[in-house]
């Protein structure tokens, strides 16, 4: 499982703003999960995503892991 940050836009009908999600891939380099808009803080999101893979966290853990995330950043 490896966990990479991407880069997009997101608009809404006033403004648009770039922001971060987290891809997530198997061992295979085959894509399964791809969560946008996670964070527009892209230091603590490259730490949160560097620390996922040092950790070998599985993908069920991510969740509650995210929600911690936002519990501390917002």
Same mark, same amino acid.
């Given at each position: 499982? &490896? =966990?990479?940050? *991407? $880069? #997009?836009?997101?608009?809404?009908?006033?403004?648009? *703003?770039?922001?971060?999600?987290?891809?997530?891939?198997?061992?295979?380099?085959?894509?399964?999960? !791809?969560? *946008?808009?996670?964070? /527009?803080? *892209?230091?603590?999101?490259? !730490?949160?995503? &560097?620390?996922?893979?040092?950790?070998?966290? #599985?993908?069920? #853990?991510?969740?509650?892991?995210?929600?911690? =995330? $936002? /519990?501390? #950043? =917002?």
């Amino acid at each position: 499982m &490896k =966990y990479i940050v *991407f $880069y #997009h836009h997101v608009k809404s009908e006033l403004k648009s *703003f770039l922001s971060a999600g987290i891809l997530v891939k198997d061992d295979e380099g085959d894509e399964i999960k !791809r969560l *946008f808009d996670v964070s /527009t803080d *892209f230091k603590a999101i490259k !730490r949160l995503v &560097k620390s996922l893979n040092v950790g070998r966290v #599985h993908l069920e #853990h991510l969740d509650c892991i995210l929600e911690d =995330y $936002y /519990t501390e #950043h =917002y």
